[in-house]
């Protein structure tokens, strides 16, 4: 199971790039199709919609009392998760907590010469719901990525959806749930969950933001409600983008272009290296390393059709190529990681030195693993406090600072044509004025 090789002495830079951008997942107007009528049949029908489509996708039976998680039963759930995973999930909640919370904004407020106050507040938007998938997908890291930003900005109202396929829930999702102060966990899934969120059923309150990942019908879903709610990102599959030169051990590299690979078969693991036989050890590595894994038929899949090794004639060229391909994780282990890192404007998330593989940053680390995909690191940013927030601003005129600006307001009115903005500043001066 071999990956593209690439050189930029063959191929050319510009080839190596055209290879390395060809994209993966195209969206299907069936799945479209079929969201527009699950979101309007929730809309018409609330619950008893709910009702129908979670039996019908999930196997489950429910009634609108059911559809909502009982805090007893979360209780019990969270009884059955061993005491390591308990004690990991606690540790990975605060560190998260503790790096988001220096991300919290502050609100400005200033006095300018004319004496005008002028600034701007925060506020968190008042509900946010989550949606979390369900099966192999139910990632508990992926619960607290969101939950915990959410409630460090101040959200009063979290709600978690989750399909429970065949009846069965992931006792560490609701472990996690729990521990970030989620307020209510509902077990329904795909469209009709994100319908359900953004306009309320009997059971299910709506939001005013939805987050987290899915599969299509759940990325539709959310395309689909935008503006309604406010929505985090459609995340694609995952990315990572090693720069590595020949002083670092092949299995270690090997393990982390991996750990990106085994989450989907569309996944992206490149290596960028300046060494042509350094990096045919790690592909080899992969090789080994592969046969080993749980979900080798995945990660095999993912490095086979999307992986690459691309040897480049200098450490200044990886950089260039890591800044137009804007991965999602990008891992600089090199002789002075910070020194690469500061010539590099669009990444995800960066990952400095050997010591720091990208799982840490997906557990553990405290920065979020919710990161854009698909070259949207050129112009957005991962998941943090700032997502729960809006920002209002503010402003006060005293007389002397409004018989300095309206004439030039009202100058402006009038060019625009519209009287009763003008108006409505003349009658204010004309007061002052006397
Ligand atoms: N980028 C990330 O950080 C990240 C993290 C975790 C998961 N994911 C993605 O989440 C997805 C999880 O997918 P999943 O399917 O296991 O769980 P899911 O919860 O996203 O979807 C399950 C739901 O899909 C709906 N559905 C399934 N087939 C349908 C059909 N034919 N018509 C209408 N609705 C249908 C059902 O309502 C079901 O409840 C994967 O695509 C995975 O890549 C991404
Ligand atoms: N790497 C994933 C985002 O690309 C997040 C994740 C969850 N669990 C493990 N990893
Ligand atoms: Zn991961």
């Given at each position: ?7 930029t002495?063959?191929?050319g830079f510009e080839e190596a790039f ?299 060229e ?117």
């Amino acid at each position: 199971m071999m990956p593209q090789f690439l050189s930029t002495r063959d191929a050319g830079f510009e080839e190596a790039f055209r290879v390395l951008l060809a994209q993966k997942r195209e969206d299907s107007p069936d799945v479209d199709a079929a969201v527009a009528a699950i979101i309007a049949d929730v809309r018409e029908r609330g619950d008893a919609a709910l009702v129908e489509l979670t039996e019908r996708f999930d196997r489950v039976r429910l009634t609108p009392e059911t559809l909502r998680i009982s805090d007893d039963e979360i209780e019990r759930l969270c009884a059955q998760v061993p005491e390591a995973e308990r004690e990991a999930l606690g540790l990975a909640a605060e560190r998260i907590r503790a790096y988001h919370a220096r991300q919290m904004p502050r609100d400005e407020s200033f006095t300018d010469s004319l004496g005008a106050t002028l600034g701007w507040r925060w506020t968190p938007v008042s509900a946010a719901g989550l949606y979390v998938p369900g099966g192999l997908a139910a990632y508990p890291s992926s619960v607290l990525m969101n939950a915990v930003p959410a409630k460090v900005a101040g959200v009063k109202r979290l709600v978690v959806t989750v399909p429970t396929p065949d009846g069965v829930a992931n006792p560490l999702v609701l472990l996690a749930c729990r521990v970030a102060g989620v307020d209510e966990v509902f077990r329904i899934g795909g469209a009709q969950a994100i319908a359900a969120l953004a306009y309320g059923t009997g059971a299910v309150r709506p939001v005013d933001k939805i987050t987290g990942p899915g599969n299509a019908y759940v990325a539709a879903a959310k395309r689909r409600v935008f503006g309604k709610v406010g929505i985090d990102m459609i995340a694609g599959p995952s990315e990572i983008l090693v720069i590595a030169d020949r002083d670092n051990d092949p299995d270690w590299i090997a393990l982390d272009l991996l750990s990106q690979a085994e989450h989907d078969e569309s996944a992206q693991a490149l290596l960028v290296t300046d060494d042509e036989g350094f990096g045919r050890a790690v592909a080899e590595a992969v090789g080994r390393r592969l046969e080993t894994l749980p979900r080798r038929a995945i990660a095999g899949a993912s490095w086979r059709d999307f992986g690459a090794v691309v040897t480049v004639r200098s450490l200044d060229e990886a950089a260039e190529i890591a800044d137009r391909i804007a991965a999602e994780h990008l891992e600089l282990l090199v002789g002075d990681p910070e020194a690469l890192a500061s010539r590099i404007s669009h990444a995800g998330a960066m990952f400095l030195g050997p010591w720091t593989p990208e799982a840490i940053g997906d557990y553990i680390g405290g920065p979020n693993h919710v990161l854009p995909t698909a070259r949207t690191a050129r112009f957005s940013s991962g998941l943090s406090v700032m997502d729960f927030l809006k920002r209002t601003t503010v402003s006060r005129m005293t007389p002397a600072a409004l018989a300095a600006l309206g004439p030039h307001a009202e100058t402006l009115a009038k060019a625009e044509r519209l009287e009763a903005h003008g108006m409505s500043v003349r009658a204010r001066l004309d007061r002052i004025n006397g």
